[in-house]
T-cell receptor, first 115, second 112 residues
Framework: GAGVSQSPRYKVAKRGQDVALRCDPI?????LFWYQQALGQGPEFLTY????????KSGLPSDRFFAERPEGSVSTLKIQRTQQEDSAVYLC?????????????FGDGTRLSIL | EDKVVQSPLSLVVHEGDTVTLNCSYE??????LLWYKQEKKAPTFLFML????IEKKSGRLSSILDKKELSSILNITATQTGDSAIYLC????????????FGPGTSLSVIP
């Protein structure tokens, strides 16, 4: 497809379960970002990949959060032992390399609800 | 710590009204400021502003950056119900990669 694709659109999990969220960026986009957006808030940066390299993971809230992009394309955000405070929309965005004057393109997000 | 602040946080207007949304930023090595519109899904890009005092326009929407005041405004004229959304402002520092810092957003509701 032409845009950033995320799956699933909705995920409900019980507290303590592990979840995996998938992001399929725009083809050829080198940069990939994950954000967490709580209700009524703006997106908060989680982590950044350039190709398969995770260059910034300073926004990951705890060591329960793990992200990977093994082949420099699809990325997975994994949350282990989920807590209620993990409930949020998780947005993925991608951008082409060397396009400092181009915006990031966002997916529709995964809405995660922890019961 | 870099931050972006927006005001008001929410706003209700009638169709046909003109609205002004405000954004102020404290971003180290500031490069540019971006505006996004977020309805129920993905944020969609509206404007990127790099130079102070130059207005960017797209239909009924316009925006301008004031680097002296570290702020930007987004204007929407003749509002329509389809303008109802969250408007996100984001600051972009001069980093080695395309990092942005988002504000909390302004939730705009346009009622008939």
């Amino acid at each position: 497809g032409a845009g950033v694709s995320q799956s699933p659109r909705y995920k409900v999990a019980k507290r303590g379960q592990d979840v995996a969220l998938r992001c399929d960026p725009i083809s050829g986009h080198v940069s990939l970002f994950w954000y967490q957006q709580a209700l009524g808030q703006g997106p908060e940066f989680l982590t950044y990949f350039q190709n398969e390299a995770q260059l910034d993971k300073s926004g990951l809230p705890s060591d329960r959060f793990f992200a990977e992009r093994p082949e420099g394309s699809v990325s997975t955000l994994k949350i282990q032992r989920t807590q209620q405070e993990d409930s949020a929309v998780y947005l993925c965005a991608s951008s082409a390399q060397g396009t400092e004057n181009q915006p990031q393109h966002f997916g529709d997000g995964t809405r995660l609800s922890i019961l | 710590e870099d931050k972006v602040v927006q005001s008001p946080l929410s706003l209700v207007v009638h169709e046909g009204d003109t609205v002004t949304l405000n954004c102020s930023y404290e971003v180290t090595n500031f490069r540019s400021l971006l505006w996004y519109k977020q309805e129920k899904k993905a944020p969609t890009f509206l404007f990127m502003l790099t130079s102070s005092g130059i207005e960017k326009k797209s239909g009924r929407l316009s925006s301008i950056l004031d680097k002296k005041e570290l702020s930007s405004i987004l204007n929407i004229t003749a509002t329509q119900t389809g303008d109802s959304a969250i408007y996100l402002c984001a600051g972009k520092p001069k980093t080695s990669y395309d990092k942005v810092i988002f504000g909390p957003g302004t939730s705009l509701s346009v009622i008939p």
